[in-house]
């Protein structure tokens, strides 16, 4: 099965939080990247969101949880998806070994 870009972006979205977390709490300059990140992100959030709620739904009251929603569901993909990965290279790892 091939895997597409799109399928993989959720996965480095988790795995660039959690390695800059752990970076920031090693040195404390790694804050402004890690600031940066999550503004960029909050702010294609707000903005996918506003269209969403005023283009596609006419309803600016889903304006307010779409940001929630998407980030649930960014956060859950991207972690299944390494939580499915990680499986699967141990698996593979005790085939080669065992």
Request: hydrophobic share 55%; aromatic share 20%; proline share 3%.
């Amino acid at each position: 099965r091939i895997i597409s870009v799109r399928q993989l972006v959720p996965l480095f979205f988790v795995f660039y939080i959690i390695s800059l977390l752990v970076l920031v709490l090693l040195r404390a300059s790694f804050v402004y990247p890690y600031l940066f990140f999550l503004g960029i992100y909050c702010i294609l959030s707000f903005s996918v969101s506003l269209f969403v709620a005023a283009i596609r739904d006419k309803d600016l009251r889903s304006f307010f949880w779409l940001p929630v929603v998407f980030l649930v569901i960014h956060l859950s993909y991207g972690t299944g998806y390494l939580n499915g990965l990680m499986k699967f290279l141990y698996r593979q790892s005790g085939k080669v070994s065992g």
